[in-house]
Structure formats: structure tokens, C-alpha cells
């Protein structure tokens, strides 16, 4: 990495994160105890529902959620195909398939129109379709509204996948609270960041039971039940083949303290987001449609499309002229349908979603994060102008 490259995402972690792993480390408890308890707690408190669950990472969520809510071999679970590829294969964990719906080209969520088409299609049909995994892109939330009714109608479950989406709201409504279950990440890059982890939450005693067994092997005890009480207490049972899913407390030490730092996070990507639309309103380019002005977007990510049409690069071109400058970029996503996996197994091909392909051909990803100086921005809206208007 070149000295003075200013990268695409950094992690805002503090003195607060620093000191709360060393007290960790200190007290000789470094898997899931009493922190990530603690985290679980502050978690529930926060979007104000009753189950918030941690796991080491959002896929594991996912793929926790979708066993909880009983997807099985046979099953189809709608999604998009404009997402990192967790999404969809954790799917194919449970030896279901994912049926991909094209994204509203001005949001890159799915569209809840072409999801109800291809509910009413398999469900003609006569295939098992249990669930649908809507993508709050870039941390704007999807029309949920609509989602949801679908949903309802025709019995699917909802498991959203908010890892871009937190402290993200709906019509004032937290995400967190209003699907059947909702699975956040804490990737280094994510808004809250505690390295790898992740939370499910849920309203449902019945999905968040079933989980706290599945994330630990099985088991239907706690380890931090088992190993700090003070009568013996080493006996367990194995009820089921779980997984090995859950948070450790170095982590959940980093996210308790950001947790409380996560609002003014948001504030600060959000003065980031107003920055760079400002500044590129005569660039031949789009910059990200917000729906609901009135929502809190988590702004995780802030995508402009290049109008190619008008330019004399391509998009690629462009990506190098930044690294070339030292700016990092990148590009979300590169559609589920174009990997070959996924391309090959089903059969597809890149105009079968069209405002997907339309999408990432044209989407360049900007640096946004929390710690970014105004300086640094300043230098990413010079350089894209240079670039884009010579």
C-alpha cells in the first residue's frame, strides 16, 4: 500500500473498544461469556426487541435463521442477485435454492413487484417456497410494506439481510423489527465493526430457542452457564447437529462500545453522503437515490453509476485512474449471476436480471466511513472531478 493511499473503508475503533478487550483479556474469559452477554443485552435495548443473538459472523446468521424457520432440501428462498454471494449460499447450505428477483434500478433493492410475479409463478407451479431474503442495499432500507404483505399472503417467511443496514429505519421503524428475523454484520467494514461477528435478532421465542442451540453445537446449555456456576454443573445433552456459530467475547468487548457510538457514526457518513452529492451534480454520473429523505439510510456504502455514455472511459478505466491517485474503491456487487457457480447450476445468463447487469456495469463504490477527514473527501471529489471533467 502506498504511504499516502486513502483507503476504501477503515474500522472506527477507540480507546473505549481498546481498554474493554484488555479488561477482557485480563479476566482469562476470551470465548462467549459474560461480554458477548452483555452485548446481547445492549443489542435487545437498543432496536427494543426481545432476542438479539450473537454469532461469529452475518453468513452464519443467515444460515442459523433459515434453519431456525425450517428450510429444507427441495425449499426455494427468493432473493436478489445484487449481493455478496452469503446471501445466496447459505441456501444452498440446507440443500435449498435460491431463486433470484431483479433489484429496482434506482436502489438496487429488490423489487417487491417482480418478487410477488415470481412467488405467484412458483407457487403455480407447486414448488416448496418458504422464505424470502430481502437486501437493505447499501444501508437503505427496502419497501418492507410490500414485502411483507407478499409475504403474509402466500405464508413466507422474512429473514432480512440487513449487514448494511444498521442503525437503518423504515418509515420510522428500526430495522431489527420487522421481519421474521433480521441478521446484522460486523465485518471490519460494516457500520459497526467488531472485526467478524454478527447479531440475528427476533421477535419469536420459538426461532430464537432453536438458535441458541444450533450456534453452539447442539448443545442446550451455555458454556458460560456450564463453567461459572458455582455447583457443579457439567452436565449437557446434544439435541441436534448445530454448528459452531458463536461470538466471542474479545469480539463482543468491541462491540458494546460501538453499539453506543453507532448514531454518531451514521451522522457522520451521512454528512459524507450530502458532501459528495453536492459535489458531483454537474458530473456525468448518478448519485445514490434516497426514497424516504425522512428515514434514517445507514449509508454504508455510497455507489455513483458513471454515465459511460457520456465519457470516454469505462468503468474500469476509471477504478485505475483513482488507484493511480491513491484512492481505494470498489464495486458492489458484482452479480450472483454472472459467478460461474451460480451461473452454471441455474442456467443463467447476464440479461436474465437486467437492472442488475445494467447496475454493476456502471457502479463505482467511494470511500465512506466515520473516520474519514474532510480533507481526505476533499481530495476523492478532486480526483473524481479531474477523472470525470478534465
Not at 421477535?203 to 430464537?208: G, L, M, P, R, Y
Request: net charge negative; aromatic share 10%.
Amino acid at each position: 500500500m502506498k504511504k499516502d493511499f486513502l483507503p476504501f473503508a477503515l474500522p472506527d475503533i477507540g480507546e473505549e473498544e481498546i481498554n474493554e478487550v484488555a479488561t477482557c483479556l485480563r479476566t482469562g474469559w476470551l470465548t462467549t461469556g459474560p461480554k458477548t452477554a452483555q452485548f446481547e443485552q445492549a443489542f435487545s435495548e437498543y432496536l427494543q426487541v426481545p432476542h438479539s443473538l450473537a454469532v461469529n459472523s452475518g453468513t452464519s446468521g443467515l444460515h442459523l435463521s433459515l434453519e431456525a424457520v425450517r428450510i429444507v432440501p427441495g425449499d426455494k428462498v427468493i432473493t436478489t442477485p445484487y449481493t455478496f454471494t452469503a446471501t445466496a449460499e447459505v441456501i444452498r447450505y440446507l440443500g435449498a435454492d435460491p431463486v433470484f428477483v431483479d433489484i429496482e434500478p434506482e436502489t438496487f433493492n429488490i423489487d417487491p413487484v417482480q418478487a410477488e410475479a415470481k412467488i405467484i409463478s412458483l407457487k403455480s407451479e407447486g414448488l416448496s417456497l418458504k422464505a424470502i431474503i430481502p437486501v437493505h442495499f447499501g444501508g437503505q432500507a427496502c419497501e418492507m410494506d410490500s414485502i411483507l404483505e407478499v409475504a403474509r399472503h402466500y405464508g413466507l417467511k422474512v429473514i432480512e439481510d440487513a449487514a448494511h443496514a444498521l442503525p437503518s429505519t423504515y418509515h420510522g421503524n428500526k430495522i431489527g423489527t420487522l421481519g421474521d428475523v433480521t441478521v446484522f454484520s460486523f465485518y471490519a467494514t460494516k457500520p459497526l465493526a467488531t472485526g467478524e461477528g454478527g447479531m440475528v435478532v427476533t421477535n419469536s421465542e420459538e426461532i430464537a430457542d432453536r438458535i441458541k442451540i444450533m450456534r453452539l453445537h447442539g448443545i442446550n446449555r451455555d458454556v458460560w452457564d456450564r463453567y461459572t456456576s458455582k455447583k457443579p454443573n457439567w452436565y449437557y445433552e446434544v439435541v441436534a447437529p448445530g454448528f459452531k456459530y458463536n461470538l466471542p467475547d474479545i469480539m463482543a468487548a468491541i462491540g458494546i462500545h460501538q453499539l453506543k457510538k453507532v448514531e454518531r457514526f451514521q451522522k457522520r457518513r451521512k454528512e459524507i453522503a450530502r458532501r459528495y452529492t453536492e459535489a458531483f451534480v454537474d458530473l456525468p454520473l448518478r448519485t445514490p437515490h434516497v426514497v424516504r429523505p425522512e428515514d434514517t439510510h445507514a449509508w454504508h456504502l455510497y455507489v455513483i453509476q458513471l454515465e459511460l455514455k457520456n465519457l470516454n472511459i469505462s468503468r474500469d478505466d476509471f477504478i485505475e485512474k483513482m488507484a493511480e491517485k491513491g484512492i481505494g474503491t470498489s464495486v458492489h456487487f458484482i452479480p450472483l449471476h454472472l459467478h460461474p457457480y451460480w451461473r452454471d447450476r441455474y442456467k443463467l445468463s447476464p440479461d436474465d436480471y437486467p437492472n442488475a447487469l445494467h447496475a454493476y456495469e456502471r457502479a463505482v463504490s467511494l470511500p465512506i466511513y466515520s473516520k474519514m477527514t474532510d480533507a481526505d473527501q476533499s481530495c476523492v471529489i478532486d480526483t473524481v472531478r479531474k477523472i470525470l471533467k478534465p
